[in-house]
């Protein structure tokens, strides 16, 4: 258990649907950071907060859509759902490494979202 | 953003050494070198970093070149767990600790086959 938890594990859903994503950080962490998986590509960086608020963004469909509550958890927000939405989405958070002054993301096990 | 390359694939055999190379010519003087590796249906987990020095941990080492244009991750003794794909990222260490805007970018990694 890395500490960042995501729910749900799995989804199906159909075209044209929306759904939810959540992901809760790792205690004391700030930041959190969306990331897409799919079928046979690489990690695709969605969108970045901390405490609160949007701080970067990476290749994110207008259809999507981010927040991170006062809580920290965040949430991720696809819409208008095509087959082309099915993916790995991985939500990670970011920790300080002691005394080395670089940071590390510990990522959650990853919500698999199928889009029929 | 500095770039790294990894060769696609490599094969091992069980309880052998590996050295996973990374190439990053473009490297700034302020770039840490990462490693994380994505097991099976996992998410990707930290393994190590380092700026200029050789680094040691639990899971791995980490050589840096002289001229930091490339490193090498080496497993010891690699196990049937370690098949994973292994990513070498580059993160700027100026980018604060807290509410950085500098995403992991994740490129294709090296797709690590442990033969037993």
């Known amino acids: 258990d890395s500490g960042v938890t995501q729910t749900p594990k799995h989804l199906i859903t159909a075209t044209g649907q929306r759904v939810t994503l959540r992901c809760s950080p790792r205690s004391g962490d700030l930041s959190v950071y969306w990331y897409q998986q799919s079928l046979d590509q690489g990690l695709q960086f969605l969108i970045q907060y901390y405490n609160g608020e949007e701080r970067a963004k990476g290749n994110i469909l207008e259809r999507f859509s981010a927040q991170q509550f006062p809580d920290l958890h965040s949430e991720l927000n696809l819409s208008s759902l095509e087959l082309g939405d099915s993916a790995l989405y991985f939500c990670a958070s970011m920790r300080q490494v002691m005394g080395a002054g670089a940071n590390v993301l510990t990522f959650g096990a990853g919500s698999r979202l199928t889009v029929l | 953003d500095a770039k790294t390359t990894q060769p696609n694939s490599m094969e091992s055999n069980e309880e052998e050494p590996v050295h996973l190379p990374c190439n990053h010519s473009?490297?700034?003087?302020?770039?840490?070198i990462h490693w994380y590796r994505q097991l099976p249906s996992q998410g990707p987990e930290y393994v190590i970093h380092?700026?200029?020095s050789n680094v040691n941990n639990r899971m791995a080492s980490l050589a840096i070149a002289e001229d930091r244009k490339s490193s090498t991750l080496i497993l010891h003794r690699a196990t049937l767990r370690d098949a994973a794909v292994y990513y070498c990222i580059l993160r700027d260490v100026r980018a604060p600790s807290s509410g950085s805007a500098r995403q992991l970018t994740f490129g294709s990694g090296t797709q690590l086959t442990v033969l037993p």
């Open positions: 473009t490297i700034s003087g302020t770039d840490y």
């Open positions: 380092g700026l200029t």
